[in-house]
């Protein structure tokens, strides 16, 4: 069975501090990874993806197999990336599991 | 169309009721998902059609629920004899590429409250 934990339900940071926002997995295979965020009466989108190794809105994340992480990160923080993040697994099989979220707050 | 569109976007009903859901995808994706997301939790994975046929509808929770996408592009969830457990969001979700590996476009989603 496949299984994503976000261990931080809130994660508040100063603007132009360094964030990271934690994601493990379990998984027996080879696992696609996502981070999704939904902004304040916005609807789910698609962050970034670990297949295409990208840095979006200065986001980016590594997956690192031996520690079953997918943790994201950001170097310095604004306050629009205030929202909802989640990270997510994908497999061949069709479906995807989603951690709980992480509500990220940058104070001004 | 311009993005995934989701029917009614809130939805009152009592319980032991009748509810249906639909979903308009994007145009020209073949892969269709409904997901259910309860407060607090992230999405739960209910159903996935692949064109017209159910690939996977694992996540669905029991009988009372059902879904279908006759044309292959516009899909109903059908919640029979509904329960307050029943509340939550649920999410429809479609992808161009036949499979969730290269990421979803979800819809706006619609809030089912049961009373």
């Known amino acids: 069975a496949q299984r994503v934990t976000q261990p931080e339900k809130l994660l508040s940071v100063f603007k132009g501090a360094p964030v990271e926002l934690k994601c493990n997995y379990s998984y027996s295979g080879s696992p696609e990874l996502f981070w999704y965020v939904q902004y304040s009466r916005q609807r789910l989108q698609l962050l970034l993806r670990?297949?295409s190794r990208e840095s979006i809105k200065g986001f980016t994340a590594d997956l690192n197999k031996g520690e079953t992480s997918f943790h994201l990160k950001k170097p310095f923080a604004q306050e629009e990336d205030s929202a909802m993040y989640y990270c997510?697994?994908?497999?061949?099989?069709?479906?995807?599991?989603f951690g709980d979220g992480t509500t990220l707050t940058v104070k001004p | 169309g311009a993005g995934v569109s989701q029917t009614p976007s809130n939805k009152v009903t009592e319980k032991g009721k009748y509810v249906e859901l639909r979903c308009d995808p994007i145009s020209g994706h073949t892969a269709l998902y409904w997901y259910r997301q309860s407060l607090g939790q992230g999405p739960e994975f209910l159903i996935y059609f692949q064109g017209t046929g159910a690939a996977d509808d694992s996540g669905l929770p029991n009988d009372r629920f059902f879904a279908v996408r006759p044309e292959g592009s516009v899909s109903t969830l059908k919640i029979q004899r509904t329960e307050r457990g029943d509340s939550a969001v649920y999410l429809c979700a479609s992808s161009s590429s036949g499979g969730p590996n290269y990421g979803y476009t979800f819809g706006s989603g619609t809030r089912l409250t049961v009373v």
């Open positions: 670990h297949i």
């Open positions: 997510a697994l994908s497999t061949n099989a069709g479906k995807s599991t």
